[in-house]
């Protein structure tokens, strides 16, 4: 562990490896915006000004702000500590939210307001202010929450904490990101392969330049190249002409009136900030595993804060502390790229330079980053965590698997919405309907994942009682949806106001945990008397 004899000089600002980070958390956050903009865009037929003009100008913002106070944190750390290889915390923009925001509040709304008799102009405004709305109100809802993070950490297992952020890694970040890049296979597998030889081999490129910077620049070269020569993947075409166009993210008033839209989103939204701050928990452990160990409240604050700045500012996404903190850290950065990304970000999305980055740089070149990010963070939490708690980790990655299905098969594009509902309300005398069980295990995933490792890891200490009573608020939360939700949407709900397919579902698992939690609290008894003299 490097530190600094006494009288050293100061901290410096930069180092090789935050330029590797840099490129890597700017990516990620490139990756998501286009994401965004793909969905609302090309998906839902959303005024591109909207987008690029109102929406992403005040998302970056709160990249920005975060960035800056994790930069400052990591430095304040390095000077208590005297360490000079403290990471800062990764921020950016939350995949798996985002991309609910997009589909599942953003997108509907604007057709709701076109369905209304509002022109396409009008819907993305009123569309918008729901999205600021929405970010004000996750953010104050992930503000009270902050002050449970310490706790938490305290009360669950470490298994429990970076298995459920394994989990996602694999999973979503991993598959999803490697599906987009083999897309276009040779440029996408091609770059993939470069960055594994960097970042993973640790092997040496012929110019002195960082390594991760320089694969990007190829595989965009190559990308481009082939579909120029005619040797693409299919339908390769260049993005039409993008002109800068500065916006910048002035605070305004445009949240209250996207208020009293947001009612009807809360069930959806509630949860979304709910699981942000496990999700914050989590990598706050991962930095600590790590050896980074920062104040889990100053993080989940952080996250707060500029997620309130981000809704104030005209934006729609709400901003996290990554999970990749140790995959930065084994890059060799230190504070230098948080600084460099909130800048580049913050100030490119005011300038309209993310706005055209996001419209040119091709997903299949950079997805890999997400990919190789994944990795480690899966490595690590099987390092980090106790051998005899793998078992149990393994198990919190399913509900991972169950949501990513659930993405996939909610698709329009993969089944008709007609044919989803019929094919998940129809019994088939084995069971509850397939797609049913699937969209119910995934809905509130990051917690079930957290649950279910803590009780096995329980389970294998041979704490009987504690697992039962683990199970018995998984029981409560599913009756209410916070795990397990059947409302469409995955948001909360009220057990007594259910009926039909969705009451018998809720209730039978809820009931599951329950008679599992019952079972082995009997079995502690036995235990003990077993153990009498």
């Given at each position: 562990m490097a530190t600094r004899a006494s009288g050293?000089?100061?901290?410096?600002?930069?180092?090789?490896?935050?330029?590797?980070?840099?490129?890597?958390?700017?990516?990620?956050?490139?990756?998501?915006?286009?994401?965004?903009?793909?969905?609302?865009?090309?998906?839902?037929?959303?005024?591109?000004?909207?987008?690029?003009?109102?929406?992403?100008?005040?998302?970056?913002?709160?990249?920005?702000?975060?960035?800056?106070?994790?930069?400052?944190?990591?430095?304040?750390?390095?000077?208590?500590?005297?360490?000079?290889?403290?990471?800062?915390?990764?921020?950016?923009?939350?995949?798996?939210?985002?991309?609910?925001?997009?589909?599942?509040?953003?997108?509907?709304?604007?057709?709701?307001?076109?369905?209304?008799?509002?022109?396409?102009?009008?819907?993305?405004?009123?569309?918008?202010?729901?999205?600021?709305?929405?970010?004000?109100?996750?953010?104050?809802?992930?503000?009270?929450?902050?002050?449970?993070?310490?706790?938490?950490?305290?009360?669950?297992?470490?298994?429990?904490?970076?298995?459920?952020?394994?989990?996602?890694?694999?999973?979503?970040?991993?598959?999803?990101?490697?599906i987009e890049a083999l897309r276009?296979?040779?440029?996408?597998?091609?770059?993939l392969g470069l960055l594994l030889y960097v970042l993973v081999a640790k092997g040496r490129l012929p110019l002195r330049l960082p390594g991760v910077p320089l694969v990007f620049l190829f595989g965009t070269a190559l990308y481009y190249g082939l579909g120029l020569a005619g040797l693409g993947a299919p339908g390769f075409q260049l993005p039409a002409a993008v002109h800068w166009q500065p916006a910048l993210p002035w605070p305004n008033l445009g949240f209250i009136d996207g208020l009293p839209a947001t009612?009807?989103?809360?069930?959806?939204?509630?949860?979304?900030?709910?699981?942000?701050?496990?999700?914050?928990?989590?990598?706050?452990?991962?930095?600590?595993?790590?050896?980074?160990?920062?104040?889990?409240?100053?993080?989940?604050?952080?996250?707060?804060?500029?997620?309130?700045?981000?809704?104030?500012?005209?934006?729609?996404?709400?901003?996290?502390?990554?999970?990749?903190?140790?995959?930065?850290?084994?890059m060799g950065a230190r504070h230098g790229y948080t600084l460099l990304t909130g800048l580049f970000i913050g100030l490119g999305g005011m300038l309209g330079v993310v706005s055209?980055?996001?419209?040119?740089?091709?997903?299949?070149?950079?997805?890999?980053?997400?990919?190789?990010?994944?990795i480690d963070i899966t490595t690590q939490a099987f390092e980090a965590t106790p051998r005899q708690h793998a078992a149990a980790m393994v198990l919190g990655f399913l509900p991972s698997v169950a949501y990513m299905l659930s993405i996939k098969l909610g698709n329009p594009a993969w089944i008709s919405p007609e044919k989803f509902n019929e094919l998940a309300t129809t019994l088939d005398g084995h069971g509850l309907p397939e797609l049913a069980v699937i969209k119910t295990l995934g809905n509130g995933f990051i917690i079930t994942a957290m649950l279910w490792t803590a009780a096995v890891a329980a389970m294998i200490d041979a704490r009987l009682r504690r697992a039962a009573l683990i199970l018995l608020v998984a029981a409560g939360f599913t009756l209410f949806g916070v795990i397990h939700s059947v409302d469409a949407r995955g948001g909360l709900h009220l057990p007594w106001q259910l009926s039909g397919l969705?009451?018998?579902?809720?209730?039978?698992?809820?009931?599951?945990?329950?008679?599992?939690?019952?079972?082995?609290?009997?079995?502690?008894?036995?235990?003990?008397e077993a153990a009498r003299p």
């Open positions: 050293a000089a100061p901290q410096r600002w930069f180092v090789s490896g935050d330029f590797n980070g840099f490129f890597g958390l700017v990516v990620d956050n490139l990756t998501i915006l286009s994401f965004i903009a793909a969905a609302l865009i090309g998906i839902f037929g959303f005024p591109a000004d909207v987008v690029f003009q109102r929406m992403f100008p005040g998302t970056a913002l709160g990249v920005l702000i975060g960035n800056l106070i994790y930069t400052a944190m990591a430095r304040r750390l390095a000077a208590r500590s005297g360490r000079e290889d403290v990471t800062a915390m990764p921020l950016g923009l939350d995949a798996p939210t985002s991309i609910g925001m997009a589909l599942l509040v953003l997108g509907p709304s604007f057709l709701a307001g076109k369905a209304a008799g509002l022109d396409a102009q009008a819907a993305a405004i009123a569309t918008w202010q729901l999205g600021m709305a929405s970010l004000v109100v996750m953010g104050v809802w992930k503000f009270l929450l902050a002050f449970t993070g310490d706790w938490v950490t305290r009360v669950l297992p470490r298994a429990a904490l970076l298995g459920s952020i394994a989990g996602i890694a694999l999973v979503l970040m991993g598959l999803f990101p490697l276009a296979p040779v440029a996408g597998f091609v770059t009612l009807p989103y809360l069930p959806l939204l509630l949860p979304f900030g709910l699981l942000m701050v496990v999700g914050g928990i989590n990598v706050s452990e991962s930095a600590r595993a790590a050896g980074d160990d920062y104040s889990t409240r100053d993080i989940l604050l952080t996250e707060a804060l500029s997620t309130l700045v981000a809704g104030f500012c005209g934006g729609v996404a709400q901003t996290t502390p990554y999970i990749g903190q140790p995959a930065y850290k084994h055209s980055l996001v419209q040119w740089l091709p997903l299949a070149v950079l997805a890999p980053i997400i990919v190789y990010v994944a969705a009451q018998t579902i809720n209730l039978q698992f809820s009931a599951a945990y329950a008679v599992l939690a019952a079972l082995l609290a009997l079995l502690s008894l036995q235990r003990q």
